[in-house]
């Protein structure tokens, strides 16, 4: 038979676990808005059961009460990756969708006041003028509406290239962003390396981790692979129960590199396009090769030499370039052409009528044209009242010219903008799509995850009643124990005394 005192220590064991599980969910429940928070759960276990003989033919195991096991995160490590691989696509593709957007403003196409239309009021101020060449009004108009037409190009150039100074200072910012959280998940990686082999699952510090890691996903791509302590490898699994220190690996051209190294503790850094990997490996990074995010939409928009050439690449520098194509090969042009004729005085059209043609930031209205209206050459034949000089300056319009900017063709300088326009407008459209797109299944994997791991409050409220009635229950079997124990120990034995 059992002793009576063992009824009296399976309620207090319940007791006892109880209480703790209540403590995990008042905890839970308290953290309901802390962002990163994954709710924890006292996995219970029945205590070591004891043989007993019944009396009859068989004997059973009899419990002995309840035990928590372990407090544990709730966790899951394939949606955590899933969210992850989604909230870098997003932050790549929405880098790239604010960048277009700026740009898009910057061109202000189509409008009244872009490059568009300011070339079309220069070509009909010279058709007018074509019609009335002696007229002081029609040649001042002329020379208004080309320095529009030039600080037009100046504008455009200037705000752009301050934009992709802006975009390249974020980028420093980001590379120093990857740089900290990386060191960060290293430290955090060497405390819990510290804690687990006590026996402790320090649930803190995993989510700590975790939400370094989900800010690294915004910047870069990534593996996080647990480590596995017997060989010094590190393997990959699907256990939802944190497994100690990780490694951060990212793949450059096929081949994987650490940059965290969860058993040594080492950690690598990037410098511009230079990366160090964890081993102290040095691996030079292009716009293809780089990992993907939003320190890669970065470089993609404003632009990197990254093969020391010279020449550098990205879409901001891109439509500098085309903007100083078709600024340099209008303005050449059109001084060839106004060469060709003649001044209101009649004498050959020596001056310009363009200087600073080498880039769209310089070109402007010539000091000479500045100072003289009738340095317009607008006569072919010197007479006052020949416009047939002004007439082929505004056939020009239509005039073929040889780019080599981005859309390398023989076309007019209208249409050549167009296509470069058109180009901008199909790649800014392609990135807003894919932003939303990317944004609704990052949102959805974050749903999945949020419904694993974040706090429910009517689900802690269900558990927090169900363990305040165990707990009462055991306190209520408590009671009926002792009062089996006061009958034994004082109400037994007393009869003949």
Not at 2 to 27: I, P, V, Y
Not at 184 to 198: F, H, M, T, W, Y
Not at 229 to 239: D, F, I, M
Not at 347 to 363: L, M, Q, V
């Amino acid at each position: 038979m059992g002793s009576t005192f063992m009824g009296l220590e399976t309620a207090r064991r319940s007791l006892t676990t109880h209480q703790w599980a209540l403590q995990a969910t008042g905890n839970n429940v308290a953290n309901a808005s802390n962002p990163g928070y994954s709710r924890q759960r006292l996995s219970l276990g029945m205590t070591e059961q004891l043989s007993v003989n019944f009396g009859g033919t068989k004997a059973g195991q009899f419990g002995t009460g309840v035990r928590g096991e372990t407090l544990a995160r709730i966790r899951d490590l394939m949606i955590d990756q899933q969210y992850r691989d989604e909230s870098v696509k997003n932050a790549y593709y929405a880098t790239k969708e604010a960048a277009f957007g700026r740009m898009e403003d910057i061109v202000n196409e189509p409008s009244e006041t872009g490059l568009a239309k300011s070339l079309d009021l220069f070509w009909a101020s010279l058709q007018d003028l074509s019609v009335n060449p002696d007229d002081a009004g029609a040649r001042s108009v002329v020379r208004q509406r080309a320095m529009t037409l030039a600080e037009t190009f100046n504008y455009m150039s200037s705000s752009l290239q301050k934009v992709q100074a802006d975009l390249a200072s974020e980028g420093d910012v980001v590379v120093k962003k990857v740089n900290d959280l990386m060191t960060k998940i290293s430290q955090v990686n060497r405390q819990i390396g510290d804690a687990e082999p006590l026996g402790v699952l320090p649930n803190e510090l995993y989510d700590e981790r975790d939400r370094y890691m989900d800010e690294l996903a915004q910047y870069m791509d990534f593996t996080r692979v647990p480590v596995d302590y017997t060989n010094g490898e590190s393997r990959g699994n699907s256990q939802k129960v944190a497994e100690g220190r990780i490694d951060i690996i990212v793949s450059i051209n096929g081949v994987d590199h650490k940059l965290v190294d969860g058993i040594n503790g080492t950690v690598g850094s990037f410098d511009g396009l230079d990366m160090t990997d964890a081993s102290g490996a040095d691996v030079a990074l292009t716009h293809a090769t780089m990992p993907n995010g939003k320190w890669k939409a970065l470089v993609e928009m404003y632009g990197t030499d990254t093969a020391e050439t010279g020449s550098v690449n990205g879409v901001y520098a891109t439509m500098l370039k085309d903007l100083d194509e078709m600024a340099g090969k209008f303005a050449s042009a059109f001084n060839t052409a106004h060469s060709n004729n003649m001044d209101a005085k009649g004498n050959a059209g020596t001056a310009n009528f363009f200087e600073g043609t080498a880039s769209a930031s310089t070109i402007k209205v010539s000091d000479a044209v500045m100072n003289n209206l009738d340095l317009i050459a607008a006569s072919q034949d010197g007479n006052i009242g020949d416009g047939s000089g002004a007439l082929a300056l505004a056939n020009l319009k239509s005039a073929t010219l040889s780019f080599d900017g981005s859309v390398q063709t023989d076309t007019s300088v209208g249409k050549y903008y167009q296509n470069v326009i058109g180009n901008m407008a199909v790649a800014a459209d392609q990135s807003g799509r894919l932003a939303k797109s990317t944004f609704a299944l990052m949102a959805s994997s974050d749903q999945r995850r949020q419904a694993v791991s974040a706090v429910s409050l009517d689900e802690e409220m269900t558990m927090m009643i169900q363990y305040q009635h165990a707990y009462n229950a055991a306190a209520r079997n408590i009671t009926a124990v002792d009062e089996m124990l006061d009958k034994i120990i004082n109400g037994m034995g007393v009869v003949g005394r």
